[in-house]
């Protein structure tokens, strides 16, 4: 008879991203599947089934740009004058859940440390987020989820070419029949003149750059109007008001 694997227990919060993509390194996330949860993808409101048969991404105006993310009382001086020199920053959800608080998806410490060292020539790369209040969330999902990005205009073209890259690196063999969902947010502001879009792209991994480089080419909505690609996207996040 074979001895049945032992599996570590997961830690029930991790208290850095180091910690967590340390984990998530060093373990496969198909062992752990009798903790996650299958979950309907859905917008506030309601509830739909995941459809990214196709590519689709949505556009709308955000006031979630650098000078929000900088100005947040809850980080820490030195955290807010990082993300204000920064090019690129994960920013997290504001919770799920019966969690109350910042939350990534899971890996997001991995691709953080990939992005630092992909991007230290060209770009600076942050968290919006202290290490004490770091956590991330493992859901059950055929699609790929990784966490939302704030960059600068400059940036926003390499911060494509680097998701691209790092779903690739990933993914292996698996990247051209993966489905992905990921936001990017474009700060434009410019001297006194704030301005920021967030794009939200759902569909296959190989025509991820393609879709988003297209959205970045697009107008801009007024602010209570989305613009979608494809299909009605149900993961997009509702424009901050």
């Not at 691209?164 to 990921?182: I, P, Q, T």
């Amino acid at each position: 008879m074979t001895d049945k694997k032992k599996i570590d227990p997961v830690p029930e919060h991790f208290a850095t991203y180091d910690e967590a993509a340390e984990f998530w390194d060093t373990h496969d996330t198909i062992d752990y599947s009798e903790i996650f949860r299958t979950i309907e993808e859905g917008s506030r409101g309601g509830h739909k089934k995941s459809n990214v048969s196709k590519p689709a991404w949505t556009c709308m105006e955000t006031q979630s740009d650098f000078a929000y993310w900088s100005g947040l009382p809850s980080l820490t001086t030195e955290t807010r004058e990082a993300i204000r020199q920064a090019d690129i920053v994960l920013v997290p959800d504001p919770g799920f859940g019966d969690h109350v608080g910042p939350i990534f998806p899971v890996g997001t410490g991995e691709f953080y440390q990939w992005l630092r060292e992909k991007a230290q020539v060209t770009a600076k790369v942050e968290l919006a987020v202290e290490d004490a209040d770091y956590r991330e969330l493992v859901l059950h999902s055929d699609v790929v989820r990784i966490a939302t990005l704030l960059v600068k205009w400059l940036a926003a073209s390499l911060a494509v070419d680097l998701i691209k890259d790092y779903l690739k690196e990933r993914l292996g063999d698996r990247f051209k029949g993966s489905k992905v969902y990921c936001t990017l947010i474009v700060d434009q502001s410019h001297g006194e003149t704030r301005k920021a879009v967030q794009l939200s792209y759902e569909g296959p991994a190989d025509t991820l750059v393609a879709s988003m480089k297209q959205a970045l080419e697009s107008p801009v909505p007024s602010p209570r109007e989305t613009h979608v690609q494809g299909h009605n996207n149900p993961g997009a996040v509702p424009q901050s008001k």
